[in-house]
Every structure is written in C-alpha cells, then in structure tokens.
C-alpha cells in the first residue's frame, strides 16, 4: 500500500503542533512547519484527521480543545 504524500505531511505537522503544545519546538521543526502550511496539499481536513489519529494513539482526552487550540479559526 502506498502512502499519500501530504497525509504523510500532515501527520508530521500534527507531530509539530503538538512538541509546540508542549515546548520543545527544534528550527527543524519551524522549518518543516513552514513548509507545509504553504503546502496545498496539507489541509485542515487533513490536519485534522492526523491531529485526531496521533491524540488517540496517544491518550490525549481533550483532542477538541487541542484542536480549537492550534488550527486557525476560518472566516
């Protein structure tokens, strides 16, 4: 099975979010999270979906307010 590059993308922009939750953001990882968020493919549909996958694999219990917490509010 072939992975989707930008869920690959957004798994690991989601993996950023949350060191930046917790403080331990690297210039690697500010780099990278530039990089995808100018990237089309790295939605919030996506982001969403990797941000909810990687808090259940995790034990997160407040993935909506982890949620409302990083991505931007929309217009």
């Not at 869920?7 to 917790?22: C, E, F, G, N």
């Not at 780099?31 to 919030?44: H, I, K, Q, S």
């Not at 982001?47 to 307010?65: R, S, T």
């Amino acid at each position: 099975m072939k992975r989707d590059p930008s869920w690959v993308k957004a798994r690991i922009a989601a993996r950023i979010l949350l060191r930046q939750r917790a403080g331990r953001v690297l210039p690697r990882d500010a780099r990278l999270a530039r990089r995808f968020a100018e990237d089309p493919g790295v939605t919030d549909r996506l982001m969403d979906q990797a941000l909810a996958c990687l808090c259940a694999g995790c034990g997160i219990q407040n993935y909506h307010d982890l949620l409302r917490s990083t991505l931007a509010p929309t217009a």
